[in-house]
T-cell receptor, first 117, second 111 residues
Framework: DADVTQTPRNRITKTGKRIMLECSQT?????MYWYRQDPGLGLRLIYY???????NKGEISDGYSVSRQAQAKFSLSLESAIPNQTALYFC????????????????FGPGTRLTVL | DQQVKQNSPSLSVQEGRISILNCDYT??????FLWYKKYPAEGPTFLIS?????DKNEDGRFTVFLNKSAKHLSLHIVPSQPGDSAVYFC??????????FGKGTKLSVIP
């Protein structure tokens, strides 16, 4: 079974609709992240959470909200979807490590392809 | 302001030859660097990393070189194989949380 799972894998929605993307992990990591990928723009951080009570905005949080329901679950919501939120969305997790190999290595889910019409 | 730059959107290499992917960064506070590989319809997977206290890290066919004075790192793949064809992302971090990613380089290894 995959360590980091995302649902749904694909979603088509209309402008103005509320949509939630879900992420679950079995790695036991405290830290979870949401990124979006746009063609030619790489990965940009939306929100991150260090534990259930610690949620922080990333580079591009406007138009998004998140909920950390448990250590293993981190959801991303678009309250009122707009076409420029069409993108590939990735959830990631990480453990806390010291300096050295694999420092802050993040483990990614398979992604959700979201299309807003 | 783009803090991590991968200036080559794509690279084609013959099977068996060396692939060299480059990455430049501007933030002198970055103290660790990672490379990720991404296949279509999959999430990025960690490949190799290096901390700022080193200038080289090797793992099998993959070697990452760090030149701190030039704020430049590179990933060498030797020998390149068709299965290495993917998008490669360079990522950098300072402290223990955020990673800043480059835009990626699409590597095509030609049989």
């Amino acid at each position: 079974d995959a360590d980091v799972t995302q649902t749904p894998r694909n979603r088509i929605t209309k402008t103005g609709k509320r949509i939630m993307l879900e992420c679950s992990q079995t790695k036991g990591h405290d830290r979870m992240y949401w990124y979006r990928q746009d063609p030619g723009l790489g990965l940009r951080l939306i929100y991150y959470s260090f534990d259930v009570k610690d949620i922080n905005k990333g580079e591009i949080s406007d138009g998004y909200s998140v909920s950390r329901q448990a250590q293993a679950k981190f959801s991303l919501s678009l309250e009122s979807a707009i076409p420029n939120q069409t993108a590939l969305y990735f959830c990631a997790t990480s453990d806390v490590r010291g300096i050295g190999s694999s420092y802050n290595e993040q483990f990614f889910g398979p992604g959700t392809r979201l299309t807003v019409l | 302001d783009q803090q991590v730059k991968q200036n080559s959107p794509s690279l084609s290499v013959q099977e068996g030859r060396i692939s060299i992917l480059n990455c430049d960064y501007t933030n002198s506070m970055f103290d660790y660097f990672l490379w990720y590989k991404k296949y279509p319809a999959e999430g990025p997977t960690f490949l190799i990393s290096i901390s700022s206290i080193k200038d080289k890290n090797e793992d099998g066919r993959f070697t990452v070189f760090l030149n701190k004075s030039a704020k430049h790192l590179s990933l060498h793949i030797v020998p390149s194989q068709p299965g290495d064809s993917a998008v490669y992302f360079c990522a950098s971090g300072a402290g223990s949380y955020q990673l800043t990613f480059g835009k990626g380089t699409k590597l095509s290894v030609i049989p």
